[in-house]
């Protein structure tokens, strides 16, 4: 579910709201579910306010999320002593707890001239560390239905719940991973 809205008077200022949740039910062999079987509740909820400003130089966008992502499981996260059962599955209970928060602030230029637009800017990650991802995109149209454009961008992804805590016999989690940089 989400919820948003746009304030327009001068600045356009957006504002949204969200949250999902995610229930999960993993069996490795079906014909033997108590052989491998976990369940996960994944929840992330969050807030983000953009504003962007035109003016004759083109169009420039700041941005800033807050996000929080949790997890419930039967394997994935810490074992805390606390238990919670599993919705509509007697006697099977989350055990392993998990939650973490990061925050993206974002700033975007964006000058187009007749058949040539160009875009620069970046995002910065906050999630216990700082960090910087810039980038720059250029497009030159063509024609009405064909572009040439170039691109160079740093990006990032945060790892999984799964990246960070699944154990079996070929996986081994870690969860002192960091988000991959490319």
Request: one cysteine or more; a neutral charge; aromatic letters at 14%.
């Amino acid at each position: 579910a989400s919820f948003g809205t746009d304030i327009n008077f001068g600045p356009e200022i957006s504002v949204n709201a969200y949250r999902r949740r995610l229930n999960d039910y993993y069996v490795l062999k079906r014909s033997n579910p108590a052989f491998y079987q976990h369940y996960h509740q994944t929840d992330a909820f969050g807030a983000n306010l953009q504003a962007s400003f035109v003016t004759n130089w083109g169009t420039t966008t700041f941005g800033l999320e807050n996000r929080t992502e949790k997890i419930k499981s039967t394997r994935l996260g810490h074992v805390t002593g606390k238990q919670v059962e599993v919705k509509d599955r007697d006697s099977i209970f989350y055990d392993h707890f998990y939650d973490r928060n990061f925050t993206t602030v974002s700033a975007n230029h964006k000058f187009v001239a007749q058949h040539f637009a160009v875009s620069a800017g970046g995002v910065v990650l906050i999630d216990g560390g700082v960090n910087f991802y810039p980038g720059i995109d250029a497009t030159y149209m063509i024609s009405n239905s064909l572009c040439a454009f170039a691109s160079a961008n740093a990006a990032f992804r945060q790892p999984t719940f799964t990246d960070l805590f699944y154990q079996s016999p070929k996986n081994v989690g870690n969860e002192n991973l960091k988000s991959e940089e490319v």
